[in-house]
Each structure stands twice: as structure tokens, then as C-alpha cells.
């Protein structure tokens, strides 16, 4: 009868359904016969189900008639763990205080679903260079603030987080395949070379810590921020988290990414960073340049762009003069 119930309120919806549009990414289908059963098998007033583009998984937005707040409901693409990975790896990693999304359904609330999928509500949010031009004291505080949390979730166990991404030796995984495309390619610099020869060796060796967030960030008016899409993460080095957000903090302003990478490192090493730790954090700044250039077949220019970036790693011991 619950069954029978859901496809009469899904017929009765699917005149409302509506796409997202102007994402620039290549078309796809939306999974909308899945997402449709799964809307209306939870709620009972699904007024609109919008699909959101996403290039890792399937997201819809639900509206509803009721006057209840949106829900953003996630479902796999085909033949992806994503999704999946999530439903185990969030509740494990807020049990531990980490700011991530908090689900409403998930995965076994319906049990006529085979299929991974989370539901949860939607977070306002402001894009990080918005929050910077906007209120630079609350950019500060998402800095210092993130910088103690990676600070936290690099020491985890991966093997204690279920979900987690495992490491393996295997040739085409791990960006080997991108670093010795470089080191095949006559047109980098020595240097370059010789940094991906000695990211390489660390990557065949086994990681000790937890990482590979991309740093997606929700973030609020006030600066605090849910961390979503962990699309990768699970087993890494210690420096390659913190690598990747200052990264993404350079990415709040020209004019502000020192100061928000020094409020960072405030927060991540509050007294100061070892030699070695530096070393470990410069080489994960370094990989994040010529792994990600290498994804693609670069041009002589990203490959300047590239070279330029690694020689500021190079020239100065001050995390905030890489980016």
C-alpha cells in the first residue's frame, strides 16, 4: 500500500520536475526515475524535484508544498561507490566532531531501494571569495578554524573510518600515472622531474594518516563551513590535506590568500612546524601543482604556469608565499 501510495504522489509530481541549467558540464541523463520513488517514498508533500549537475554523483533538490525547507537528495552514478562510501564515512566522521552534512534519510530507510543514497537539509551558503571581500574577520576565522581541523583529521586512522579509500601498490592508481607522464615528457624542467621522482617514491609508500577531501566547503555569513564531497578520502600522508586547503584558501582573493594561508597555519602548527613537517607539507603543495597539470596532456604554457608555481614552493619556507 506505501508502495502503491509513492507512485500515485510521484505521478502526480512529474510535471513539476525541473533541470538546472548553465552548469558548463557535458549532458547526461538525471536518474530522475530512481530519485522520483525515493522523494516521494520520504516525504509526503514533494512539490519539485530540480536536478542539480554534480560531476561525482546525481544530486536533486526537493521542494516541497508544505512550506518545509529543501532537502538535497544523493544518488550514485552508475557503477560509482561514492555515494555509498559517504552513507558509512559522515556519521563516523561527525561522531568524531568534524563539520560534516548531517543525514535525514539515507541508505536502508527505504528498504525497496537498492540503490546508495543520503538525503539531507540544505546549508546556506556564500562561495569563500564572497565571505573574504565581504567580512574579512569571519574568512580569518573559517581559516584558523579549518586549519585545526585538518590538523585533527590527518592524525585519524584511515582503518577506523569505514568508507574509507584504502591504498594499494597498483600502477595506475594514486597519480602514478600522471608523474611518470612527466617524467616522460622532455619539456619540464629537471626539477620538475626530480620533484615528481620523489613524489612517486612517497606515493609507493604506505600512508599513515587520512585525507583526499577536496575541500568543498557550505559556508556561512558568520564563517563557519560543513565540509561535503568526500569523494576520495580515506587512507594519506600527513601534509597532503593541509596542502590541498591552502589551496583552496588561496582561492578566496589575491589580496588576502597570505593572510588567510598565516591564519590557517595558526590553527594547523600553533607552534610553528618541524623541518621535516615542512618538507612533507611543501612536497603536497608541489603534487597538487604538477598531479593535477598532468591530467590532461599539458600546453607549453601550463607547463610554464606550473614550473613558475613549483619555484615558489622552492624559494621560500613560508607556507603563505606558495599559492
Known amino acids: 500500500m506505501a508502495a502503491q501510495a509513492a507512485r500515485v504522489r510521484t505521478a502526480a509530481c512529474s510535471i513539476a520536475l525541473v533541470t538546472a541549467t548553465d552548469s558548463g558540464r557535458p549532458p547526461r541523463q538525471p536518474q530522475t526515475a530512481l530519485a522520483a520513488p ?192 568526500w569523494t576520495t578520502a580515506g587512507a594519506s600522508w600527513i601534509g597532503e590535506q593541509a596542502a590541498g586547503a591552502m589551496e583552496v584558501l588561496a582561492g578566496f582573493g589575491d589580496d588576502i590568500k597570505r593572510d588567510l594561508i598565516g591564519h590557517f597555519m595558526r590553527g594547523y602548527a600553533p607552534d610553528g612546524l618541524a623541518p621535516s613537517k615542512l618538507e612533507e607539507l611543501r612536497l603536497w603543495a608541489v603534487h597538487g601543482t604538477l598531479g593535477w597539470v598532468m591530467l590532461q596532456p599539458p600546453t607549453d604554457a601550463d607547463i610554464g604556469i606550473a614550473t613558475q608555481s613549483t619555484q615558489r614552493c622552492e624559494s621560500s619556507d613560508d607556507p603563505a608565499e606558495w599559492f
Open 38 to 229: 525515493i522523494a516521494h517514498g520520504l516525504y509526503r508533500d514533494v512539490a519539485a524535484i530540480e536536478w542539480v549537475p554534480s560531476d561525482e554523483a546525481d544530486v536533486f533538490r526537493l521542494m516541497f508544498s508544505s512550506g518545509l525547507a529543501p532537502r538535497y537528495l544523493k544518488l550514485p552514478l552508475p557503477g560509482t561507490t561514492v555515494v555509498a562510501r559517504e552513507v558509512l564515512m559522515l556519521p563516523a566522521l561527525r561522531a568524531r566532531g568534524f563539520p560534516v552534512l548531517e543525514f535525514e534519510h539515507s541508505s536502508g530507510d527505504l528498504t525497496e531501494i537498492a540503490t546508495a543514497f543520503h538525503v539531507t537539509r540544505e546549508v546556506p551558503h556564500i562561495p569563500g571569495a564572497d565571505l573574504a571581500a565581504s567580512d574579512r574577520p569571519a574568512a580569518r576565522r573559517l581559516a584558523t578554524r579549518l586549519g585545526q581541523i585538518v590538523r585533527r583529521l590527518e592524525i585519524l586512522d584511515a582503518d577506523t573510518i569505514p568508507g574509507s579509500v584504502r591504498w594499494d601498490r597498483r600502477p595506475s592508481h594514486w597519480w602514478r600515472p600522471q608523474h611518470r607522464a612527466l617524467l616522460g615528457d622532455g619539456r619540464w624542467p629537471a626539477a620538475a622531474r626530480q620533484w615528481s621522482a620523489r613524489i612517486l617514491e612517497r606515493l609507493d609508500t604506505p600512508p599513515t594518516g587520512f585525507g583526499g577531501w577536496y575541500g568543498e566547503m557550505l559556508i556561512g555569513t558568520d564563517g563557519s563551513f560543513v565540509m561535503i564531497d
